[in-house]
């Protein structure tokens, strides 16, 4: 459960730098470690958290593994956070000691430039500080993630968990959550549309739940038949084999919004034939070099493909609010610390339903 604490003043241990237990790498081709390293005293408008589950992405991997280049070692990663909150800085007011909170994957930005006033903060002008591997705006140390025992982050990009929510599952919403809410939100998915998630993995899985919950006709499109019984335990209402020309041509302008998870370069002229007039298709899973596609397919019915990143912090605040009202939760496999090389390796064959969350009370 969510629970609120009586304030209290910043603890006298935060007015230095303090010393973090976590897990990370120092080489693309080593496995992760036990390391220690100084997280920093706390700033006035910092918040200190006590890390009590940390949710692993397919992000952290390719990061530790510099599968997208620019990794600084050591790295320690994890942007899926929530925790208890241990001390403040002297100008926090949002939070208080004991406050259950949660970090996803940013932890500061300018705070001035249009984006992060218009509330989003993941395009702000100057670059959004990330979560790990990424360099602090005032003293340029390289960030450190949540596969540790605590963290220091600024208060604006710290969220309120809901009370009443189960906190041991809410890790994974602050990646996998608000990247499938953010384009299902900004296109205004609602009880009239007719949506197709693409690929059921850890963001499809949540694709499908959000746009249930949201009123939408959910169809899960997959390569893996044997998959369906799942999707329908999701909430999806139907399901189309991809590699079944059938049953794809039978579903040709049937979609106001597909919603691509695919995380590997992949033709999309077959997904765009679903579309119906002015519909459209945001892919937020594939990073890489895309193939082309088919001018036609997108002129004809007035179509359109875009992408989506993460939302900003209040979209990100009102995700949170939404899962806990509706229920929403991802399906989740607990670990322990000491097993992330192995679940690294399960991650590579797609042997999670659907997502991994280390339990920090199982130890480091």
């Known amino acids: 459960m969510a629970t609120t604490a009586e304030p209290r003043n910043v603890i006298e241990a935060t007015n230095a730098p303090t010393t973090a237990k976590g897990w990370g790498t120092e080489?693309?081709?080593?496995?992760?470690?036990?390391m220690e390293f100084e997280r920093r005293a706390l700033r006035p408008d910092?918040?200190?958290?006590?890390?009590?589950?940390?949710?692993?992405?397919?992000?952290?991997l390719h990061t530790c593994r510099n599968d997208w280049e620019g990794t600084l070692y050591p790295v320690i990663p994890g942007h899926e956070i929530v925790g208890t909150v241990t001390a403040v800085g002297d100008e926090?007011?949002?939070?208080?000691?004991?406050d259950t909170v949660a970090v996803g994957c940013m932890v500061d930005s300018c705070m001035e430039c249009d984006q992060c006033l218009a509330g989003w903060?993941?395009?702000?002008?100057?670059?959004?500080?990330?979560?790990?591997?990424?360099?602090?705006?005032?003293?340029?140390?390289?960030?450190?993630?949540?596969?540790?025992?605590?963290i220091v982050v600024r208060d604006h990009f710290v969220l309120k968990v809901p009370d009443g929510m189960d906190v041991s599952r809410v890790a994974p919403l602050l990646c996998a959550g608000i990247t499938t809410y953010s384009p299902l939100r900004q296109y205004d998915v609602g009880p009239t549309s007719k949506v197709a998630v693409v690929g059921l993995g850890g963001l499809g899985h949540m694709g499908v739940k959000l746009?249930?919950?949201?009123?939408?006709?959910?169809?899960?499109?997959?390569?893996?038949?044997?998959?369906?019984?799942?999707?329908?335990?999701?909430?999806?209402?139907?399901?189309?084999?991809s590699t079944d020309p059938a049953q794809m041509e039978a579903a040709a302008t049937r979609f106001d919004f597909i919603l691509n998870t695919i995380p590997v370069s992949h033709e999309i002229d077959g997904y765009l034939q679903l579309l119906g007039r002015s519909g459209r298709m945001v892919i937020v899973g594939a990073l890489m070099q895309m193939p082309g596609?088919?001018?036609s397919n997108l002129i004809w019915w007035n179509r359109a493909v875009g992408g989506s990143a993460i939302g900003g912090i209040p979209e990100t605040q009102e995700m949170l609010d939404f899962c806990a009202a509706k229920d929403i939760y991802p399906d989740v496999e607990f670990i322990q610390m000491s097993e992330v090389n192995h679940a690294y390796e399960r991650l590579l064959k797609n042997d999670v339903r659907y997502r991994f969350v280390v339990d920090m009370s199982r130890g480091l």
């Not at 993941?122 to 450190?144: E, L």
């Open 46 to 60: 910092d918040v200190a958290i006590k890390i009590t589950y940390a949710g692993i992405c397919h992000s952290d």
């Open 121 to 150: 903060e993941v395009f702000c002008r100057k670059g959004c500080v990330q979560t790990y591997n990424s360099a602090d705006y005032h003293d340029g140390t390289i960030t450190k993630g949540g596969y540790t025992d605590h």
């Open 211 to 241: 746009a249930a919950a949201m009123g939408a006709h959910v169809t899960m499109i997959t390569t893996t038949p044997s998959k369906g019984e799942d999707a329908r335990a999701l909430g999806a209402h139907d399901v189309i084999s």
């Open 92 to 98: 926090v007011t949002r939070h208080q000691v004991g």
């Open 293 to 295: 596609f088919v001018g």
């Open 27 to 34: 080489a693309p081709d080593q496995p992760l470690r036990p």
